[in-house]
Nanobody, 116 residues
Framework: QVQLVESGGGLVQPGGSLRLSCAAS????????MAWYRQAPGNQRELVAG?????????NYADFVKGRFTISRDNAKNMVYLEMNSLKPEDTAVYYC????????WGKGTLVTVSS
């Protein structure tokens, strides 16, 4: 059973920054593309950013985070990260990691609250 554990969320003021982490276990992590998703109250879960199995420059972002968020990964540690800058109140959500095709069971996510 694949296990995904997200961390790093918290309360931050508008304009602030956070770095989220996702630890993946029981998979051949380096063989898979990975992605971050988010779900705000009352909304559907949406794709935020994706990164190819090899990392590097093969990344993609939702329009609403382009230029503010950066996805990266460390295959040696089975970790994927989301660096979030210039945070806005509308970024408030629970953030999750998974494969781009959502093939694995969801972790508990990590809550990001952007508020003054």
């Amino acid at each position: 059973q694949v296990q995904l554990v997200e961390s790093g969320g918290g309360l931050v003021q508008p304009g602030g920054s956070l770095r989220l982490s996702c630890a993946a276990s029981r998979i051949a992590f380096s063989a898979y593309d990975m992605a971050w998703y988010r779900q705000a109250p009352g909304n559907q879960r949406e794709l935020v950013a994706g990164i190819s199995w090899s990392g590097g420059s093969t990344t993609n972002y939702a329009d609403f985070v382009k230029g503010r968020f950066t996805i990266s990964r460390d295959n040696a540690k089975n970790m994927v990260y989301l660096e979030m800058n210039s945070l806005k109140p509308e970024d408030t959500a629970v953030y999750y990691c998974n494969a781009p095709d959502r093939r694995w069971s969801w972790g508990k996510g990590t809550l990001v609250t952007v508020s003054s």
